[in-house]
């Protein structure tokens, strides 16, 4: 029991350390993207190639000076970032990382927490991170902020919508709200029983498309990055905010990156699952290759974040509002009613 | 009306079809140009370490030159400031004391000469207007600073050192046609400095 406890422990530690250090990583990668699909260098002179820059960012952030305006109350404003950083780093629990890791014939599952309502208690944590965002933008006590807030605030809730009824139709086909189980449903690469791809994004294309849209938004990424457009709204919900809780904000925007990321990677494709897993037989060896297999999936997913940012520009909020309650939500219910009826056509329920 | 170039094109506010409505394959073509920039050489130069090339006749930041023997060319005529047309030169005179004939050129010499470089429009014209061929015009860049009083360039910036390793190149500021304007007999006392002639030819012939 102890040496379970123990184990647990160093995973929590070992995800929410390589959550952090992704994250930080996003920011570099982040302006490193930018500037190559903009014909520019980026930062370079940190280091070689720019790798300190994260660090010296995070130090300049622990540099400046705190400023809780006199106006705002202080307990939430303190809150805010707090909550914002604490709900982006609590849904990293229920991903699997990589298949079950065998020592002395006991199995040490990469998952922190193996619940069975993984993808409930996925979508439940997101949703109450929006309640960073309301409260700080709130407690600034400053226009700005509160505009930049309501706008969060709606659109998480929109996009959530759309979001929960396209994941609906992804547990229609999976048929469980596990992650474990949806990770293992989607073993290897092509399933010879069903005689099909079995990664769930070659099953329900529509699905992902529609996920991915509504990740975009509910991250507050570009183009959806209405809450904190600086043109408009003079940096949003975090007008006010200065040191590191700005940076708690900042941080917890690409902790949630990852996040998704990663539940994207693991709804859609196959998670740790490579193909012709199945040709190596030791499952420590597997486990290891298919963690790196995670990673990079995730990793991608969150260059192509990046990518979308840099390219497309943002929305008017209408279209947005547009966006979400007529195009997204009908078409995800359409798309959930028609993977309904192929179901039970093909007689799976 | 014939157009400046062929780029035009007439906007039609024609319904969309269904599948430009739908934005994705313009939001993918928009990523492929994106995608396109990424491999690309950046544009960016890394400025301390990596210069641009500049022009062969560059203005850029000015020199005072000094002679054969090392002594200022300027004789504090006042013709740079007046050419001057951003009023960047300003400089005070005095007399040359009895054994400075090495330092001082001529009998009178700028005893202050200062050029404003945020004034500055780096025309060439007091290059122009000197008659003793003492300023010039050179390829180095101003570089920037803190204070705007810093930017105003006394004789310790602006003249050129003595030794040869300390001079400064202008000869690319002088064009054929300045060349040979040059060479009009009265020109011929300012007669810029000469590595080949040494200062002993020099002295003899005076």
């Known amino acids: 029991m102890s040496t379970y406890i123990i184990y647990k422990l160093i995973l929590v530690v070992a995800v929410f350390a390589i959550s952090l250090l992704i994250a930080m990583y996003s920011t570099y990668g982040e302006r490193k993207i930018a500037a190559f699909l903009q014909d520019r260098l980026g930062p370079n002179r940190a280091g070689p190639f720019g790798l300190l820059q994260p660090l010296a960012d995070g130090l300049k952030m622990f540099m400046k000076e705190e400023i809780i305006p006199n106006v705002s109350n202080k307990f939430l404003f303190v809150l805010g970032p707090g909550l914002a950083m604490l709900t982006s780093l609590c849904t990293s629990a229920v991903i699997p990382w990589g298949p079950d890791l065998v020592i002395n014939g006991i199995k040490y599952p990469l998952q922190v927490a193996d619940v069975n309502i993984g993808v409930l208690y996925l979508f439940g944590v997101v949703s109450i991170g929006v309640y960073g965002i309301m409260i700080g933008g709130w407690a600034s006590n400053n226009k700005y902020s509160l505009l930049g807030a309501l706008r969060a605030s709606s659109q998480m809730i929109s996009y959530e919508v759309a979001m929960g009824i396209s994941v609906i139709t992804l547990i229609m086909i999976t048929g469980s709200l596990s992650t474990t189980h949806i990770a293992e449903q989607q073993h290897g690469f092509y399933n010879e029983h069903s005689g099909w791809l079995s990664w769930n994004v070659f099953k329900n294309p529509i699905t992902f498309v529609i996920f991915f849209i509504c990740a975009l938004a509910e991250t507050n990424r570009a183009p959806f990055d209405l809450p904190e457009c600086e043109t408009e709204l003079v940096g949003g919900y975090h007008t006010e905010y200065s040191s590191m809780k700005l940076g708690f904000y900042l941080f917890a925007e690409y902790v949630n990156m990852f996040i998704s990321s990663a539940v994207m990677s693991l709804f859609f494709f196959g998670g740790y699952n490579f193909p012709w897993m199945d040709k190596i037989h030791d499952p420590n060896t597997v486990a290891i290759i298919g963690t790196v297999v995670m990673f990079s999936k995730t990793i991608f997913f969150i260059f192509v974040f990046m990518w979308i940012r840099w390219t497309i520009p943002r929305f008017r909020y209408d279209q947005l509002m547009n966006l979400g309650w007529k195009i997204l939500i009908p078409l995800s219910i359409i798309n959930l009613v028609a993977t309904g009826l192929l179901l039970w056509g093909t007689g799976r329920i | ?206």
């Open chain 2, 1 to 206: 009306m014939q157009s400046l170039t062929n780029r035009s094109k007439v906007v039609s506010n024609k319904k969309m079809t269904f599948l430009e409505r739908m934005y994705l394959p313009a939001i993918l073509g928009g990523m492929r140009i994106t995608m396109s920039h990424f491999f690309r050489k950046p544009a960016t130069i890394n400025y301390p370490e990596v210069k641009r090339p500049i022009a062969e006749g560059f203005r850029g930041q000015h020199v005072l030159k000094r002679d054969e023997i090392g002594a200022e060319r300027c004789t504090a005529c006042g013709l740079c400031a007046v050419a001057c047309p951003a009023e960047a030169i300003t400089m005070t005179a005095a007399e040359r004391k009895k054994g400075e004939e090495h330092l001082y050129r001529e009998e009178k010499y700028a005893a202050v000469y200062e050029i404003n470089m945020l004034r500055c429009i780096f025309c060439g014209l007091c290059e122009e207007a000197c008659p003793k061929e003492s300023i010039f015009l050179t390829d180095r860049i101003v570089p920037s600073d803190f204070e705007r009083n810093d930017f105003v360039y006394g004789k310790d910036k602006l003249v050129e050192g003595v030794t040869d390793d300390l001079r400064i190149d202008i000869s690319k500021r002088q064009t054929k046609a300045v060349l040979e304007f040059k060479t009009h007999p009265e020109y011929q006392h300012n007669k810029l400095w000469d590595p080949n002639k040494s200062i002993k030819s020099k002295n003899a012939g005076h």
